[in-house]
């Protein structure tokens, strides 16, 4: 399976793409993740895309891209990949189409957790806590919120016209927000939403 999961900063992405990229056997690619390792390794890579990051602000779209055509070529993508928190614009989308057109795949779901605003900031609060995340300020987190609703919140429409969409309440306990993604998932089997 090709599955996009999406939803705003502080959604519990990150949680919920390990936890059904494992259960479908397929890797979750996190551009984050891979940022961050990036950071770390204080890599050009990872120089170049801490400025955004700690400014709350997208990496731009041709470094992202880049870096994800590279990593869905690698073998264990092969069978199928969960990505988490790409595309987040208009141009990614399309450069993901051409991803895909190219080595003649197809998306089959794009998943999109939807929480409540005041429980979003709480859990970022706490994890800016728990792990000391640079890019996890108060105004950085706000920011984030916005670039999300301005850039990334517009490709719910351009999923759901094209019969991907699946939205799941991504409020509560992490099992319970799992199950209601593979009871949604099921529910489409695969086919067009809606
Ligand atoms: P995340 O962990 O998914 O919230 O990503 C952390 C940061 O990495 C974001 O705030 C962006 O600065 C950058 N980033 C992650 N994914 C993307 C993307 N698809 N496009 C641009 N920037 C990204």
Redesign the pocket.
């Known amino acids: 399976m090709r599955i996009i999961l999406m939803g705003p900063?502080g959604a519990g992405?990150?949680t919920q793409a390990k936890v059904i990229a494992e259960r479908l056997s397929v890797p979750a690619v996190?551009?984050?993740?891979?940022?961050?390792a990036n950071v770390s390794a204080e890599t050009e890579l990872g120089l170049e895309?801490k400025r955004?990051?700690d400014?709350?602000?997208?990496?731009?779209?041709e470094?992202?891209n880049a870096m994800?055509r590279d990593r869905i070529a690698e073998d264990d993508a092969a069978q199928g990949f969960l990505l988490?928190?790409?595309?987040?614009?208009v141009a990614?989308v399309a450069e993901l189409d051409a991803m895909l057109a190219d080595a003649g795949q197809s998306l089959d779901a794009v998943v999109v957790l939807t929480v409540d605003k005041e429980e979003v900031v709480q859990r970022l609060l706490k994890r800016a806590q728990d792990e000391g995340r640079s890019?996890d300020t108060e105004d950085v987190m706000r920011h984030?919120q916005d670039?999300y609703t301005e850039q990334t919140a517009p490709l719910i429409e351009v999923y759901d016209e094209r019969g991907l969409l699946v939205e799941v309440d991504g409020m509560g306990a992490v099992d319970d927000v799992t199950a209601r993604v593979f009871d949604a998932l099921e529910k489409t089997n695969g086919a067009p939403a809606s």
Request: proline residues 9%; without cysteine; hydrophobic residues 25%.
């Open positions: 900063p992405k990150g996190s551009t984050g993740d891979i940022f961050r895309a955004y990051m400014a709350g602000d997208y990496v731009p779209d470094v992202t994800v988490d928190g790409y595309p987040r614009t990614q890019d984030r670039v």
